[in-house]
């Protein structure tokens, strides 16, 4: 390969233009591709148009392929709940099949990468992106990243019904200042490496393709020209044989950033730190060649990059058979499946939480008049939620659909009104909705955000439930009816009036195609919840960023209202609005009989936790078991607690299961200061229970010398 060719692998751009009017970038970009200057390409979807595309790049000289990539988050035609809303799941089989059928569909459609899943650890629901991920808990975001790498990528890349994934943003991106997108980041590396890197740890060691750094900087340094992050971690300490791509234009952002003088300084920074791939910056086809000729870039490094790209479109297939993901009748077979559709619904169903449930409001009973109320009754768009790609938002099912489209016993006579709108200050109509609600036995009230409040580039400095519709709750609760709630966003928000004065909170994410009928099927009962938030619900504003890892600290408060010089706010409580793990059943749980292999263990060694949990109710219902454990007395102060495992088991009523934990020297392992991961001999508090805030089970475990 000449440098130049070598060069061209190593640039994606975007593909929009390319398949509609001519155009000079069209131009450009076609001749680009004859040229063998472009290694992959975005946005271009579908059999046909990757197929001619892909037809262009065969008529460069060396005849490489080209890698197709899309933005394939929760869903390619059939949409299933954003990635947070099925992290509220806690369930991996489920999520794995959710990137299972996302990657078969993208793979039918011509496409060979995605850019998922994304495995920042949130914990300031400010940062609109917080919808992308897996919650505020590096322990079960390594787990969701495991399965949803295996569930795009398959056992082995090359299959036609998988697609190559991507661990983005490397790293900490979650931990934006202030909750803003594209900000800085100032951390710790205790934090770094305690909280931000193990779900990027565990996508690697699944086997994912590639990794995407980030927009953000870590301790001063733009993470697209971090060596630190990519070459001595990522590369060196992790011997990952992946390649590393930037995200849209971070490599020219090091610019404003301060950090390069210009787009060419840019270049020999991203490439000398690891980033393999530039998209859309075009750095690297400007600048890299020459750098290397004038002794500025060194070759063996743009050599390394070709090497990893190169390697992934062979593990593809893609020089055996270019055209091979790009077969027409293969993608109307696969687009037309209706076990998606189903999987979409078990999907969206196992998301949805329910906060509350006063007095058993639900299930509703069959024979009540309902008074369907609220902004996004209707609403099919929004509840898809940001980055969809193929779908018909015209066939999602709205919750209107999913009720009044009921047939047989549990059929119900529904009235609608809108009442007012999601942002707005008008309440011309609360009259009418007072109105319908008088004339129901209940009333169910759709509340939350458009699918355009939350996502990338949308940051809130204000999370509660915007415009008036925590007015028009108030409003419908003084005609003295009941007032069941659904909320669907993108984030946690605040809602503390409805949390208070509900009778029934269901928490729905935005739950993708089959939203409306997943939240029939939860209103009556034909499917029990079994939801549990991934991430800390607040009471106000000022306790953000805030997750269950609280620390003690050295005034701590120890019994409510004792604040005086403790750590604690003098407006607000300490505690959150829901905790992380917190999730009702329509249906009870008794933990019980806790048995313990041995009390002290010694390196090497492991224990045995074993309890029963028995379904205490009338109805079959579905558990998350979580293990908890905290150091007590360490090097390093440690958090109250942190989940360490976790199981979801189903019973029937009645029915009593035997759980089992094993607790090894990882679990009581933590990076100390000098960044070892290590356990030290100590008393250790182990907690079970059903949430971070509702422990059911605890004992003590020594760690011996």
Known sequence: MTLEEKVGQLNQYSGRELTGPASNRKTDLLNSIRSGQVGSMLNVKGVADTHAIQAEALKSRLKIPLLFSLDVIHGYQTVFPIPLGEAASWDLAAIRESAHVAGREAAASGIHWTFAPMVDVGRDPRWGRVMEGAGEDAYL????????????????LGGTDAIMACAKHFAAYGAALAGRDYNVVDMSEQQLWEVYLPPFKAAADAGVATFMNSFNTLNGIPATGNSYLQRDILKGQWKYPGFVVSDWGSIKEMVPWGY???????????????????????????????????????????????????????????????????????EKKVLSDPQHRVAARQMAQKSIVLLKNDKNMLPLAPQRKIALIGPLTKAKRDLAGSW???????????????????????????????GCEVLGDSRAGFAQAVETAKAADVVVLTVGETWDMSGEAKSRADIHLPGVQEELFQTLKATGKPIVVIIMAGRPLIFNAIADQADAILYGWWPGSESGTALANVLYGEYNPSGKLPSTFPQSGGQIPISYQQYSTGRPVTKPGDIRYKSAYIDAPNTPRYAFGHGLSYTTFKYDNLKISQLSMSAGQTVQVQFTVTNTGQRAGEEVVQLYLRDMVASVARPLKELKDFKKISLKPGETQTVTFTIDQDKLAFYNQQLQWAAEPGEFQLMIGSASDDIRLESKLTLVP
């Not at 060419?264 to 791939?277: C, E, L, P, V």
Request: hydrophobic share 40%.
């Open 141 to 156: 975001g390594s787990q969701i990243a495991k399965a949803r790498v295996l569930g795009f990528q398959g056992e082995k």
């Open 260 to 330: 390069a003088l210009d787009k060419a300084a840019a270049a020999q920074k991203a490439i000398t730190a690891g980033s393999d791939m530039d998209i859309e910056s075009d750095a690297y086809s400007a600048s890299l060649a020459q750098l290397v000729k004038d002794g500025k870039a060194d070759v063996g490094l743009v050599d390394d990059a070709v090497r990893r790209i190169l390697r992934k479109k062979f593990e593809l297939g893609l020089f055996d058979d270019p055209y091979k993901f790009s077969d027409a009748k293969r």
């Open 388 to 418: 969809i790609v193929l779908a018909d938002t015209t066939q999602i099912t709205s919750v209107y659909d999913g009720l009044t489209k009921r047939g047989g016993k549990n059929a119900p006579q529904v009235l609608y009104t809108k």
